[in-house]
Structure formats: C-alpha cells, structure tokens
C-alpha cells in the first residue's frame, strides 16, 4: 500500500502540496501499522477506550451548541399559546396578533446575517454567547412588557438573538464533527428547536389557569432558563478546528481534531484537507476574492450551491410548517375543538410527535442518507397538508373531522421532522466551501426566516380570505414543488467530508454517487 498522508524530507514533515503540518505529524504506512498492531491486545483496548471518550465528547459539544435553538422552538410553541392570553390581557387587534407572532422570524433574519461575519470575526463559540445574551435581554423585556409596543421592542431583540443562535450551531456541530457521524450530530439543532417547541406547549398547558394579565408572562419569562446553561456549556466545548485554521492557529486547530477524531490516523488527514480548503500556504490564494464578492458574483459551482442551499431552506419554510405549530390552536379549534385547555391540550400532542419523530431522523440520516429522507419527508407533507385542507373544507366539525385533524396535522410535523426539517441544515452547513460556509449558511438562515415570517404574518390573514383549508391547499401544492427540488438540485452528501463534498457542485460532475478522493481537494483548491 502507498503512504496514506504527506511525504517526509530532511527538514522536516510536509503536508500535501508542501503544506507544513508541523512536528506532530503521526503516519505511517497502512500496510506497517497494521501489522504491528494487530495482535496487540493492550492496544486495541486503548483504541477503544479512546473512540468511546471521544464519541461522548463530540456528542456533548453537539449537546451544547444546540441549546440556543431550544429558544427558537420554545418561542414557537409558547406564543401560539401565549398570544390568546397576550390578546385578552393588551387589546391587540388580529393584524396586530400576526405581526407580534410573525416579526420575529424576519427580524431574526439580521441576527442571521450579522452571524456570518461575527463567527468569522470573533469566533463560532463566542457568538453562541453573543445568541445567548441577547436573547435573555429580550425576554426579559417581553416579560415585563407594559403595553404592545415595550412587547414588540422585546420580540426585536429576542428575534436577532434566535437568528444568531439558528445560523451557528449548524455550522459549528459540522466542522468539529467526524465524517461518519456528521448528519446525525448536525441534525442536533432541530432536535433542540422540536423539545422547545414541546416544552411551549406543555408551558401552554401547565399555566394557562392562571390570571390572563399573569399566566403569558410567565410562560414567556421560562424561556431564559435554557440560555443560562449556555454560559455553563463556554468551558466545555471547543472552538471550531476549520475556523482556529482560518486564522493561522494550526497547532490548536489539531489540539481540537485529535478530541474530536476517533483515529489519530485521520487527524492530519482533515488537517490537510483544511489548510487546503482555506488555502494556507498557497500563494496564489493571497489574492482570493472577498467572501461577498464571490457570493454576489458566485462561479457556477458556487450559484449551484446557493440555489440548494437557499432553496431547500425556504421550501422547509413556505410548506407551511410555523403556521401548522404557530395556529394549530387555530386549525382545531376550526375542526370543531371547542375550549381553550381542550386546544392546547390537542397542541402537546403535536409536539410530542414532533419531538418523537426527529429521533427517527437521527438514526437514519447518516444510514439511508439525506436524500432518501427528503423524498420520504416532502411526499409525506404533501398528503398530509392536503389532508388538512380536505378536512377542515369538507368534513365539517364532527368528531370524523376532528380526529382527522389531529391525526393530519401530527401526520404532518411527523414527515417535517423525519426530513426536511433536519436535513435542510445539515446539508446547508456542508455544502459550501470553507471560506464562504459561514456567510453563505448565513444567507440560507435568512431564506429561512424570511419565509417563515412572511407565512407567520399572512396566515390568519390568507386563510379570512380563502379559509384555513383553502391556504393548506396552497401549502400542499408547495410541498409537491418541494419533491421536485429535491429530486433535481440536491446532491447526497452521506459519508463525504466536508471538502470532498465541494467537488459533488463542480463542472462534469454526477452530483449522486459520486466518489471523491484526498488528490482532488487539492485539485479543487489549485484550481482557482
């Protein structure tokens, strides 16, 4: 067998291309290592012990950078709750009520971008902080909130919190995750957004007994509690390896690799594929475009990867996933549930559904791979969103109608949450090259929140207009669309490290199946 990593000269180890890996580098020849520790009993137990410390470490760092999105979800399941109460206690009108539940989602769109360039400026870590602290802020206000507009002012700040929190931990759980595991671990984020979404409602429930004036303070001020662990989850996890190269710290960005790399054969491996991708040490990428440039006037690969990743992130959206979990109240209390703890006791049962079903995602995700499970996803939600709509529009509200209902609209978050749901920022924090993935996930969060505010904020308005079951015939027509997308644009990224999967977008390339190899990552990089 040949060398698997870097050839060694007199003055010391190199890496590919010349690359200086420093001192540290520890290959060896395959078919030598083999041998020599075969028949080591002692040694394959340290492996062991070794790749299991190493699992649960990368898991909890997964754990952790996660806990931001917990905010987003509680913040959807507690205010399609809380804005009964918030009506009844402040006067506010319906156009009102959409733009308190919907605002959020777009003002979190310039947390989102702001993002990009804060990870890249202060780090993938520190503006998990920045997420945390901002948000608290604007609970807070909300808590204490007066009148609509102090409430608003709050909802400002707790938005560009939650698009700060949205965008990063996608990005940072891919770059420190090892590539077997990199979907599970990336799918994280949505599994945080779905236990918040459960923990509103049962808020919902649990206070909904109380004073009108009292019980939504409360169920709103239980939403700082989470972002408090964050500061605790600062000296536990690391900083991204993939950023710490980016800013020419090469030893720690090892120190990192090593805790997080169950072989230590493999570490200077995607050490060298990411000096590469960021191009350290190449002198003809001294005079690489700036990152918004490129995005602005992106090459062809570059465009096919915008179109994925902006797409897919706004079909999660105008498939009308908010307004299922923001009005379900609405949707069954339009099926004939009658009764303000009859409705929200209907709504825990779609967030335990949604909460469930994303742990199927989990498992199967870096098994089946990404595309099978968007097919499973998209045409799953299409049946049943027409089968919301058929219901409400033609069953009327017996009990045939309500248990339709119910069983649709869990129907319905249970395809989200197996698919589309998590898949959509796995693939965008893996698709785009090293020195435009932050920004341009950023870009793809903004899709995201965009599109959810936009549906957020229309839906009691649309569905006045052409009635509930009509605008879920609408959203059931998009998520037909949506198979469509994911049959032409989305590539399958299962078991590809982050490098190679730059190569699935180049020119003459089959996006599926395609097999990539180390020698063509520095192909890729000497390219331009």
């Known amino acids: 067998m040949g060398l698997v990593g870097v050839q060694e000269n007199g003055s010391g180890e190199m890496g590919l291309s010349g690359i200086s890996l420093g001192t540290k580098n520890k290959y060896k020849r395959m078919d030598s290592e083999l041998s020599e520790d075969h028949d080591d009993p002692s040694h394959h137990h340290h492996q062991e012990d070794r790749a299991s410390s190493i699992r649960k470490y990368v898991f909890a760092c997964a754990v952790f950078a996660s806990l931001n999105n917990v905010l987003l979800g509680y913040d959807v399941g507690v205010m399609s709750g809380a804005i ?36 890249d400026v202060l780090g993938r870590k520190w503006t998990m902080a920045l997420a945390a602290v901002i948000f608290q802020a604007g609970a807070a206000v909300m808590t204490l909130a007066p009148s609509f507009k102090v409430l608003m002012i709050g909802r400002l700040l707790a938005g560009v919190g939650i698009g700060l929190g949205v965008m990063i931990a996608p990005v940072y759980i891919a770059e420190i995750s090892p590539t077997v595991s990199r979907g599970s671990l990336t799918s994280f984020p949505e599994i945080f957004i779905n236990l918040g979404i459960l923990l509103g409602y049962v808020s919902n429930y649990a206070f909904s007994g109380l004073p009108a004036h009292i019980n939504w303070r409360i169920m709103l001020a239980v939403g700082i509690l989470p972002s408090i662990f964050i500061g605790f989850a600062l000296f536990v996890i690391p900083e991204s390896p993939r950023w710490l190269v980016m800013q020419n710290r090469v030893d720690e960005a090892r120190s990192v690799l090593l805790k997080t790399n169950e072989k230590e054969s493999e570490v200077e491996e995607r050490l060298a594929e990411i000096l590469l ?252």
């Open 277 to 528: 991708a960021a191009g350290i040490g190449n002198a003809e990428k001294c005079e690489e475009k700036a990152v918004w440039c490129e995005l602005l006037r992106p090459s062809p690969a570059v465009r096919r990867m915008l179109i994925t990743g902006f797409g897919i992130q706004c079909f999660q959206q105008i498939t009308g996933i908010d307004a299922t979990v923001y009005y379900s109240p609405e949707i069954f209390k339009g099926a004939g549930i009658e009764g303000n703890s009859k409705l929200l006791a209907a709504t825990v049962a779609v967030g335990v559904t949604k909460t469930v079903f994303i742990l199927f995602a989990i498992i199967l995700i870096d098994k089946l791979g990404r595309k099978p499970l968007l097919y499973l996803s998209t045409i799953g939600m299409t049946i049943c969103l027409f089968s919301i709509g058929f219901t409400l529009t033609f069953l009327g509200k017996g009990e045939i109608g309500i248990a339709l209902a119910i069983l649709s609209v869990c129907g319905n978050v249970a395809f989200f949450s197996v698919g589309i749901g998590p898949v959509c920022w796995v693939l965008t924090s893996e698709i785009f090259p090293l020195r435009l993935r932050a920004q341009a996930s950023a870009l793809g969060a903004v899709g995201n929140r965009v599109c959810s505010g936009l549906v957020a904020m229309s839906f009691l308005s649309v569905s006045r207009a052409i009635s509930v079951g009509g605008t879920f015939f609408i959203f059931s027509a998009i998520s037909a669309l949506s198979v469509v997308f994911v049959h032409t644009l989305v590539p399958e990224t299962k078991g590809k490290s982050l490098e190679q999967i730059e190569l699935l977008f180049q020119d003459n390339r089959e996006w599926q199946g395609s097999e990539v190899e180390l020698g063509d990552v520095e192909q890729l990089v000497q390219k331009e």
């Open 84 to 119: 009964l109460f918030i009506q009844e206690d402040l006067n506010i009108t319906e156009v009102q009520q959409e733009i308190l539940v919907g605002i959020l989602s777009i003002v979190s769109l310039f947390g989102s971008l702001a993002g990009g360039k804060t990870s």
